[in-house]
């Protein structure tokens, strides 16, 4: 029955993967809305299987359905996917690759990562001048004085909307969600839906990227190490992870940033869980959620044995069943048109805000994504974004 229910998680993760822009936060509150957890006996594993699925499976509509902006993490393809098909299956392969060697790592980096979060996580001191550290990292890294402005008036916005939504909330139910989605997703959608093009230009390499095995290990190594150094602070978006990595590489290229961004996304999921499960620490809205619902099972160290064992398996089964599928995949995805999968993604999501969030929802919504755009439309890093939560935490330890 548990191997049912593992099986099950992956299956629902991976066609909800296939589906541009849906957060796990919104899946995590739609199978509570409509009790789908009572038919799995072992709800856990079933979440924990979805949401590593989920997570894995998302990066194949991200390398199909996006455009570049200068702050992507990888270097998706818009339209004619047969013509580059053969690049995509390679750019498919690296992903799986740091998959699984930022599971591996993760799992043989947890006993240091629970010494270090044990060492620092109370050191509220420590963490205030790290989230504001960060802050002035976000701001400085422009080289003028404009675009300083410009990244400071980024950062002002978005941290006023976490102030009036997460640290004094009296008027929204679940902020979280519009917010979130509003920030992050919302801005692409809609410059995909709005732009000139007609879906059928492409960003392909201008030239061909050599990668050797020893760069695949470094760069998912150097994903992993800083993922579970970002994961001991709170409101770090595992993107800072990215850049910071970034900086230990000896020469950035695509196909590296792939593997790392793949690693990244893999070992931080276990981190995350390990996190909440043995410390009750939530860097995620689902996972508390799954707190709050008392989903999360009491765990002894055999356990955490276990699910790191179950987390293997699961990113394991779930790159095969990717890379099994790949060419139905693509094909399948290249029969419709984007444009029309991501309107019926975003009216979906927008009618998910206003059943669990009303009409105050849609509002924040709205103010959420004209704050997304800033950074696309002054081609900033998207990272600023995140003092959303960081002006709300930094102003806790005040």
């Not at 802050?135 to 978005?158: A, D, H, K």
Request: charge should be positive; include cysteine.
């Amino acid at each position: 029955m548990f191997l049912v229910d593992v099986i099950a998680g992956i299956l629902f993760g991976f066609v909800l993967g296939l589906i541009p822009s849906l957060h796990i936060n919104l899946v995590g509150y739609l199978f509570f809305l409509f009790g789908i957890f009572i038919f799995f006996r072992n709800h856990f594993y079933f979440f924990f299987s979805l949401c590593i699925s989920q997570t894995l499976t998302s990066i194949v509509p991200s390398f199909i359905f996006y455009t570049p902006t200068h702050d992507t993490l990888i270097s998706p393809f818009i339209g004619q996917l047969e013509s580059l098909k053969i690049t995509l299956l390679e750019y498919f392969s690296l992903s799986f690759f740091g998959f699984l060697l930022g599971a591996f790592f993760a799992v043989l980096f947890l006993p240091i990562f629970y010494l270090l979060f044990v060492m620092f996580s109370d050191f509220y001191i420590l963490i205030f001048i790290v989230l504001l550290l960060v802050l002035i990292f976000l701001i400085f890294q422009e080289n003028y004085w404009q675009s300083r402005g410009l990244v400071f008036s980024i950062v002002v916005f978005s941290g006023v909307l976490g102030i009036f939504t997460l640290k004094y909330n009296f008027f929204f139910k679940e902020p979280l969600i519009p917010c979130i989605f509003g920030l992050f997703a919302f801005p692409n959608i809609l410059v995909i839906l709005f732009s000139d093009s007609k879906g059928q230009e492409k960003s392909s390499p201008s030239v061909q990227e050599i990668i050797s095995f020893k760069d695949v290990v470094n760069s998912s190594f150097l994903g992993t190490l800083f993922s579970s150094t970002i994961a001991i602070f709170p409101s770090l978006s595992p993107g800072l992870a990215m850049s910071f990595a970034s900086f230990f590489q000896k020469k950035i290229s695509s196909k590296k940033t792939i593997v790392m961004f793949s690693s990244i996304l893999s070992s931080v999921l276990l981190i995350y869980f390990f996190l909440s499960v043995v410390f009750n620490k939530h860097r995620l809205g689902f996972l508390s959620m799954l707190s709050t619902n008392q989903i999360f099972p009491k765990m002894v160290l055999s356990d955490i044995f276990f699910m790191s064992f179950v987390f293997l398996l699961v990113v394991g089964l779930t790159v095969f069943i990717i890379y099994s599928s790949i060419d139905t995949i693509i094909f399948f995805l290249n029969r419709f048109d984007k444009r029309n999968i991501l309107f019926c993604v975003s009216t979906f999501s927008i009618l998910l805000i206003f059943w669990f969030c009303g009409l105050a929802g849609v509002f924040l919504l709205l103010v959420s994504t004209a704050i997304g755009f800033l950074p696309i439309v002054y081609n900033k890093n998207r990272l600023a974004l995140m003092s959303y939560l960081i002006i709300p935490t930094v102003l806790f330890f005040v």
